[in-house]
C-alpha cells in the first residue's frame, strides 16, 4: 500500500533528517486491512535509525507526538485502530521539542 | 501538507462549530470536535478576549515580540501582527531575536524569523550578546572553557530579551509559551521548592551532603520526567494541562503578596535582591580576567543557603528553561 509519511518537530532526526517518505507499506499476514498501529510498528523497523524512545512509548507513540490521517487528528479516527488506505498522508510531529 | 481530500469513515464527524466542514482535531480545552478554520478563529478570539479583558495593551505602545524562531514565537508573531490589524490595537509591533554569538548555532532560527519579518510584515531587530554584555558566548567559552558556561548561559539568556528591549526602548515584550511548557515549569518550581526546602532542612541538622548528591535533583534531572508525567496526565483527562496552570496561577498570587520587594542592580539597573545582578558579577568576573567569580558552588552550609533560597524563587519564570534549549 503506498502511503506518504511526514516527521516533523523534530522527529526527522530520528530518520535520517528526511521530512518526507513515500512508502509502500504490506499488509500484516492475513489482514484484510492495514491499521495505524501496523503501519507504527512497521515504522519502528523501517524507518527510525535512532533513539526509538523519542518516537514510541508502549505499543503507540509517545505523549506529545501529535498524528495526523489525511490531516485529520488521529483521536478522531480510532488512533491505533484507524485503517489506512492507499495514498493515505500520515503526519508525526513531535511537540516536544523547542518552543 | 497536501493530504488527500478523503476523510477517514469514522472521522468524518462534522465540526461542532460550523457544523458544515469536517473536524479536524479535539480541543484538549473543551473536548470539543472542530474543524481547521473554526480552530483558527476561537483560538484568535480568545487571545483578543484575554487581551481587552486584562487590559495588556495601550494604543501607541511600542511592543517587542521576542523571537526565537521556534513554534510558540512564530505563533505569537502571527497572532499579535493579525489581531492588532483586525481590532486596530494601534500598537508598534517588532520582532526581538537575540543572537548569542554560538557560531552556527542561530543560522536556523534566524533564518526562519527572517522569513516570520516577511510573512508577518514586522520589522525585525537582532540584539546579539556583543550589543548587550560585550562578550560572545563562545569568546565567553574560549575564555572559561565548556565546563562552567552553563551558570553563563542561564544566567546571560534569562536577562537577554529585557536587556534587548531596554535598548530598544520598548514599552513591553511579548513571549509565546504553550501550555504544556507552562505546566511542565509550574511542576519543576513545586519540585524545586522541595527540593530547597529538604536541602535546608539537612542543613539545619547538621548534615554535610555532597553537592553531587543534591545536584541529581537539579531542574534538568526531573525535567525529563515532568513533560513525560503531563503528557501522560493529558492522555487520562485532556483537561489536566490546563487545571496545572491554573493551579500554578493561584500558587503565584499567594506567594507574591509575601514576596521581599525587589530591588535593582546598582550597575546596570536590572531586577536584583543583591547589590549588583548576577549578569554583572560574571561580567566583573570576565573582564577582569577572573570567570570563575561568581560561579562558585554556592550550595555551603551557611547562611549562604538561605539567601540562594530566596534569590532562586524571585527569578523563577517561565523562561528558566535547561541548558541548551535556547527557545523563549
Ligand atoms: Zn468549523
Ligand atoms: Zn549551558
Ligand atoms: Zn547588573
Known sequence: ?99 | MEAGTKPKISGARLCCCCNQRRAALKRPKTLEQICRECFYEVFEEEIHQVIVENQLFKPGERIAIGASGGKDSTVLAYVLSELNRRHNYGLDLFLLSVDEGITGYRDDSLETVKRNELQYGLPLKIVSYKDLYGWTMDEIVKMIGLKNNCTFCGVFRRQALDRGAALLKVDKVATGHNADDIAETVLLNILRDWVDALQLLLVKMDLFLDANLLSIYSPNAYRGFAREFIKDLERLRPRAILDIIKSGENFRISASTKMPEQGTCERCGYISSQKWCKACVLLEGLNRGLPKLGIGRSRGLNSDVKKDVKQDSGTKSIESKQCGSLDF
Open chain 1, 1 to 99: 500500500m503506498q502511503l506518504t509519511l511526514e516527521f516533523g518537530g523534530g522527529l526527522e532526526l530520528l530518520c535520517q533528517s528526511v521530512k518526507i517518505h513515500n512508502v509502500n507499506v504490506d499488509l500484516p499476514k492475513g489482514a484484510e486491512k492495514l491499521t495505524m498501529k501496523d503501519l507504527l510498528s512497521w515504522v519502528s523497523t523501517n524507518l527510525i535509525k535512532e533513539r526509538p524512545e523519542m518516537f514510541m512509548k508502549g505499543e503507540s507513540v509517545r505523549p506529545g507526538v501529535l498524528v495526523l490521517v489525511n490531516d485529520c487528528d488521529w483521536e478522531l479516527s480510532g488512533q491505533l485502530d484507524t485503517t489506512l488506505e492507499e495514498k493515505d498522508v500520515v503526519v508525526f510531529i513531535s511537540t516536544l521539542h523547542g518552543g
